[in-house]
């Protein structure tokens, strides 16, 4: 097994944890009551945080220095999904989005307690138990705004119709991924996906909505991404990059 192969596994999840964590604190003072302001807040610095664990783990394997990593890279140097560098939307559509990430990172999460790589499975522990709550929370979100009103309804509807194929591509397996496999590092996205959709599939039928039937990802690669991320990167290193990096104040 390539350190390269495990490098790249682990920065793809550090990505998207950053990433999905950077949008959702775009809601912070925007949330649609007080409560939920702090409590979804918290939950984007449990990403950013899990994020962190990642790339420091990535710099174990790989020597690149996290602050690097994040504020340096070109978008296409990237290796989150689209799925978690969309705009926030609304209410509906951000909530959908973290459901769906939330039962992901609860089916991987499972599975990498279990890793023969002590330190993939130490950090698994770490975030266990927080993506347990984030989880428990989104899932009662997603029940009340599906079984809500005719417009909250309409709008879950219309956030599950967008995100599904989107959500599809965390399923797409990394390229050398199969020796990760093959060392019981990493679970087979494959099989994730079942288990995924089998839980999300009867939450969300059960929360009065419809499920798209594709089973094809919108993107084929974690290489490809929308013009969306490029604008998020900008915006998000412009301070980072007025000066050259390492650099004391």
Do not use: C
Request: aromatic share 10%.
């Amino acid at each position: 097994m390539t350190n390269n192969s495990l490098a790249q596994k682990i920065l793809s999840l550090a990505d998207d944890s950053f990433i999905l964590g950077h949008r959702n604190s775009e809601w912070a003072g925007h949330a649609p009551i007080l409560e939920e302001d702090i409590a979804f807040a918290n939950l984007a610095l449990d990403e950013l945080g899990h994020a962190h664990l990642w790339y420091g783990l990535y710099q174990e394997v790989a020597g690149a220095e996290p602050d690097r990593v994040i504020f340096f890279r070109d978008a296409n140097e990237w290796r989150n999904t689209q799925f978690v560098e969309l705009p926030k939307g609304d209410w509906a559509f951000s909530m959908t989005r973290q459901y769906l990430f939330d039962v992901y990172e609860n089916v991987l999460l499972e599975k990498l307690v279990d890793s023969t790589n002590a330190r993939v499975r130490e950090i698994a522990e770490k975030i266990r138990a927080e993506e347990i709550y984030h989880l428990r929370h989104t899932s009662n979100w997603v029940k009340r705004l599906g079984l809500g009103t005719d417009e909250s309804h309409a709008r879950m509807q219309r956030a599950i119709d967008e995100l599904w194929g989107y959500a599809l591509q965390m399923f797409v397996p990394l390229a050398d991924e199969q020796e990760l496999i093959e060392a019981n590092i990493f679970p087979d996205v494959r099989i994730l996906r079942d288990e995924w959709q089998d839980k999300t599939v009867s939450y969300l039928l059960a929360s009065g909505l419809t499920v798209p039937e594709t089973l094809t990802p919108l993107a084929s690669s974690r290489e490809q991404h929308t013009q969306y991320l490029a604008e998020l990167l900008n915006d998000m290193s412009s301070v980072a990059r007025l000066e050259s990096f390492g650099v004391e104040w």
